[in-house]
């Protein structure tokens, strides 16, 4: 079993940041078998899209939307996992969410709400 939690989020202005943090708990077996996290967000209205994914290695892969204004990190220590977000638009509005896939199940943490005003 894993429980994740995401924080960090609130409402920005255009062109402002935030940094995302996603807190991953559970079992000794679950955690050293976490290969790598995602994020994800999901607008009203919208289906849920992948942001960005990190995996134990280091490997990095984002979205096209991202165009270098997202930034994820990680901590295989902690079991901690960031999502900084730069430049950011009123369409990056959403609830943003961590995941972790161990077969055969996603996991998923609560989301937490970034809102970017004009």
């Known amino acids: 079993q894993v429980q994740l939690v995401e924080s960090g989020g609130g409402l920005v202005q255009a062109g402002g940041s935030l940094r995302l943090s996603c807190e991953a708990s559970g079992s000794t077996f679950a955690f050293h078998a976490i290969n790598a996290m995602r994020w994800y967000r999901q607008a009203p209205g919208k289906q849920r899209e992948w942001v960005a994914s990190?995996?134990?290695?280091?490997?990095?892969r984002y979205a096209d939307f991202v165009k270098g204004r997202f930034t994820i990190s990680g901590d295989n220590a902690k079991g901690t996992v960031y999502l900084q977000l730069n430049s950011l638009k009123p369409e990056d509005t959403a609830v943003y969410y961590c995941?972790?896939?161990?077969?055969?199940?996603?996991?998923w943490g609560q989301g937490t709400q970034v809102t970017v005003s004009s």
């Open positions: 990190i995996f134990r290695d280091g490997s990095i």
């Open positions: 995941n972790t896939y161990l077969a055969p199940e996603n996991f």
